[in-house]
C-alpha cells in the first residue's frame, strides 16, 4: 500500500514536478530560499496567524547501534555496516513511499504523507527489521566468520504537525524539522532494543489492520514510555517479509 506522488500539484509556481514527491520539490526550492515552509494535506491540524489548516505528518526514525561498532571496530569496518544498514533502510523507505530527509550517522530519518501515512511507515519498519535479521546480519557472518558483531537496530515513529526551516548561512546550511513527530521520533529510535520498532499511541490508533494484525493477532505490546512522563507507546518485534 504505497503512498504515491499523485496528489501533487503542478502548481502556479512550478514547485511541485510531476515527477518528483512533493518533499523533494520543497526542498530543492528551499535551495533558493533563506527560511521555511510548513507541509501540509489531509489530517493533523496546523495553526497559522490564527487560523486551522489540515495537515499530514508522519516522521520517522531509523538508527542502528553504532556505539560499541565504533570504540571497538577499524573503521572500514564500521563503514562497511553504515553503508549496508543505510542502504537497505533507505531502498525499503522509498519503496513504502516514503521520503528520506536526513542521514545523520547511522540514523536516517524519513517523512511519510497521504492517507495511509502512518501505517506505511509501520510496514517500512517492520520491513527494516526483517532486512537487518535476514539480510544484513546473515552475509556479515558469513563474509567475516570471526567477528562476533552483528547488526541492532531501533526505529521510531511519531506523527504531528512539522514545519521546515532553513537554517545556517548561505553556503554552509541545512533544514531542521521543527515539530513534535520529529522529536519524538529521535527519542523512540534511541531506546533500548527490546523491541526493534517503537510508536507513539496516536500512530499506533492510525494503523490499519494490515500493520497492526498478523493472523488476527496484535502485532504492537503497549509499553510505558518510562523516561517520559509515564505514557503509554507501543512496542513490536515483528518483522515484514522482504520478496
Avoid at 530519518?109 to 511507515?121: L, Q, Y
Amino acid at each position: 500500500m504505497r503512498t504515491t506522488p499523485s496528489r501533487q500539484s503542478s502548481g502556479e509556481n512550478g514547485v511541485f514536478k510531476i515527477s518528483n514527491y512533493p518533499l523533494e520539490s520543497l526542498e530543492a526550492e528551499l535551495d533558493l530560499a533563506d527560511f521555511a515552509i510548513a507541509v501540509a494535506s489531509a489530517d493533523d491540524k496546523t495553526v497559522s496567524c490564527g487560523r486551522r489548516y489540515s495537515t499530514p505528518r508522519d516522521n520517522v526514525t531509523f538508527e542502528a547501534d553504532s556505539t560499541v561498532l565504533v570504540d571497538g571496530y577499524k573503521w572500514w569496518f564500521s563503514a562497511e555496516i553504515y553503508k549496508s544498514y543505510l542502504y537497505c533502510a533507505a531502498r525499503i523507505i522509498r519503496s513504502e513511499g516514503g521520503v528520506i530527509t536526513a542521514y545523520d550517522g547511522d540514523r536516517v530519518m524519513a517523512v511519510f504523507i497521504g492517507d495511509s501515512k502512518n501505517s506505511n511507515a509501520a510496514k517500512t519498519a517492520l520491513k527494516i527489521h526483517y532486512a537487518a535479521s535476514n539480510i544484513i546480519n546473515p552475509v556479515l557472518k558469513k563474509k567475516y566468520p570471526k567477528s562476533s558483531y552483528s547488526v541492532g537496530h531501533v526505529v521510531g515513529i511519531d506523527t504531528s504537525e512539522v514545519h521546515v526551516a532553513r537554517t545556517g548561512i548561505r553556503g554552509s546550511n541545512d533544514l531542521v524539522w521543527i515539530g513534535r513527530a520529529a522529536n519524538y521520533a529521535a527519542k523512540l529510535s534511541a531506546r533500548p532494543e527490546t523491541y526493534r520498532t517503537y510508536v507513539t499511541k496516536e500512530v499506533y490508533k492510525k494503523l490499519n489492520k494490515e500493520s497492526k494484525l498478523s493472523s488476527g493477532t496484535d502485532m504492537w505490546t503497549p509499553v510505558t514510555w518510562s523516561e517520559f512522563d509515564n505514557r503509554t507507546i507501543y512496542g513490536s518485534n515483528y518483522s515484514w517479509t522482504i520478496t
